[in-house]
């Protein structure tokens, strides 16, 4: 009986413990691309600003 539950717990565990690694790995590529994303217009900006200034 005990061993029983051990497995489920140790199980149980495996799982949330895969799922926060889903879930981390999900938040890094999200971050990732807004980053990129934030980082484009301000490249745009700079260009435009040193192209109009020569």
């Known amino acids: 009986m005990n061993?029983?539950?051990?497995?489920k717990l140790a199980a149980l565990a495996v799982?949330?413990?895969m799922n926060?690694?889903?879930i981390?790995?999900?938040?890094?590529?999200f971050n990732g691309q807004l980053h990129q994303h934030a980082?484009?217009?301000s490249l745009?900006?700079?260009a435009t600003t040193?192209?109009?200034a020569v």
């Open 3 to 7: 061993t029983q539950i051990s497995i």
């Open 15 to 17: 799982a949330l413990m």
């Open 20 to 22: 926060s690694v889903i």
């Open 24 to 29: 981390g790995g999900v938040a890094y590529l």
């Open 39 to 41: 980082g484009v217009p």
């Open 44 to 46: 745009a900006q700079t």
């Open 50 to 52: 040193h192209d109009g």
